[in-house]
């Protein structure tokens, strides 16, 4: 069993910045992936970025070039560095955690993050 911890939603003014947390903790295995999901009323919810435990990393095409994904394995931490934000980023962000052997999801409680314009 993994647990995800996030911190780090808030509001902010579009063009401004973010920076989301998650630590995991509990059954961590030493090849897994973890990133971040987001979610709007009604729509289902969609990957934005994510992050092997061998550095690899993969991007929604919208957040490409404003968003950054890192981790820290010692720390089973990902963090999420948002950049100039947009109204659209608005959404329930999620911190996932996939486990390459059990092939089990894990998922965060949540974090909002709100973009006015």
């Known amino acids: 069993q993994v647990q995800l911890v996030e911190s780090g939603g808030g509001l902010v003014q579009a063009g401004g910045s973010l920076r989301l947390s998650c630590a995991a903790s509990g059954s961590i295995g030493s090849f897994n992936t973890m990133g971040w999901y987001r979610q709007t009323p009604g729509k289902q919810r969609e990957l934005v970025a994510t992050?092997?435990?061998?550095?690899?990393?993969n991007y929604r095409d919208s957040v490409k070039d404003r968003f950054t994904i890192s981790r820290d394995n010692a720390k089973n931490t990902v963090v999420l560095q948002m950049n100039s934000l947009k109204p659209e980023d608005t959404a329930v962000y999620y911190c996932?955690?996939?486990?390459?052997?059990?092939?089990?999801?894990?998922w965060g409680q949540g974090t909002q993050v709100t973009v006015s314009s």
């Open positions: 996932n955690y996939w486990d390459r052997y059990t092939y089990t999801n894990y």
């Open positions: 992050i092997t435990s061998a550095g690899y990393i």
